[in-house]
């Protein structure tokens, strides 16, 4: 996967309009009652699993997750299973071609009760995350509780987290939420590019 650099602020907003089509053609879900992660319910939806998986639109989010990546001193990229997994796993693959390759991982909802009995999956050794920095990535936030289920396991490694990079935020306390831990959030959209 070849990744594209912007070289400037209308290229990169060229790229967020075509993912907001996209995103609108592929996974943006309104007009029915659907309940949300974090328990509340909506009646309109994000399910971008069909755009993070079309060629386009993975082509598309990682070109723009990895720009806002660049020159930052991150050592990994990781996430919440099962959302965050593609986003992962096209940043690392992508992160190969920019100079600075970025490993990726991601945090199991349940810690296996089987085999290595993992929380965390991609690292040949959960030691390696002491003393190092991450930026966590989320398909969609609502509240960003999913997001920091995932910090907090990572911290817990002795792992950096300053930064979390959601695809869509909808804008229902996420941001203020996570701040609260010492948190950022970078939305590439939010809801306000659906006019809801």
């Given amino acids: ?9 209308s290229e990169i907003d060229a790229w967020k309009s075509r993912l907001t089509e996209i995103v609108r053609n592929e ?3 309104h007009g ?12 309109f939806y994000f399910n971008l699993k069909p755009t993070m998986l079309a060629p386009e639109g993975a082509k598309i989010i990682t070109d723009l997750i990895l720009n806002l990546l660049r020159g ?23 992160s190969a071609d920019t100079g600075r390759p970025t490993p990726g991982f991601f945090v199991r909802k349940v810690k296996k009760i089987h085999g290595t009995k993992l929380g965390i999956e991609g690292l040949r050794d959960l030691t390696i995350l ?4 991450a930026v966590i990535l989320d398909d969609v936030t609502t ?15 002795g792992c950096a987290v300053h930064k979390v990079i959601t695809v869509v935020d909808r804008m229902e306390g996420a941001a203020e939420n996570l701040s609260k831990h010492h948190l ?13």
């Fill in 1 to 9: 996967m070849a990744t594209a650099v912007a070289q400037s602020v």
């Fill in 27 to 29: 996974s943006f879900i």
């Fill in 32 to 43: 029915r009652e659907i309940r949300l992660a974090s328990g509340r319910t909506s009646n």
């Fill in 72 to 94: 930052a001193n991150i050592d990994y990229v990781g996430g919440l299973a099962v959302g965050a997994i593609p986003l992962i796993a096209n940043v690392s693959l992508a």
């Fill in 130 to 133: 002491a003393g190092k920095t």
């Fill in 143 to 157: 509240t960003g509780g999913s997001a920091l289920s995932a910090v907090e396991v990572v911290r817990a490694e």
């Fill in 184 to 196: 950022t959030l970078v939305p590439l959209l939010t809801a306000e590019d659906f006019s809801v």
